[in-house]
Nanobody, 114 residues
């Protein structure tokens, strides 16, 4: 069973930065894809950023140029660096890993104030 532990969420002012971390209980080297989703109250969950095995990344248009997804294989950890945060970035952020099965973190709250 793969477990994902997220950290780094919090309350920040617009224009500020946060870095989310997702630590996996097993090696992430062979996973097919890893990413971050978010869900705001009353809205559907949306893909924020995705990193596939070959290193290709994709981002939602709303975060492109502001967010960066990366991983540290030695630490079995996935990151999401979030810069120039906006109030509309407020949501619960979920770590996602795709292997034999899909695995999800518990979610971490990010709140951006005006």
């Amino acid at each position: 069973q793969v477990q994902l532990v997220e950290s780094g969420g919090g309350l920040v002012q617009a224009g500020g930065s946060l870095r989310l971390s997702c630590a996996a209980s097993v090696s992430i080297f062979s996973f097919n894809a890893m990413g971050w989703y978010r869900q705001a109250p009353g809205k559907q969950r949306e893909l924020v950023a995705l990193l596939i095995r070959r290193g290709t990344t994709t981002y939602a248009d709303s975060v492109k140029g502001r967010f960066t997804i990366s991983r540290d294989n030695a630490k079995n950890t996935l990151y999401l660096q979030m810069n120039s945060l906006k109030p509309e970035d407020t949501a619960v952020y979920y770590c996602y890993v795709r292997g034999v099965n899909d695995y999800w973190g518990q979610g971490t709250q990010v709140t951006v104030s005006s």
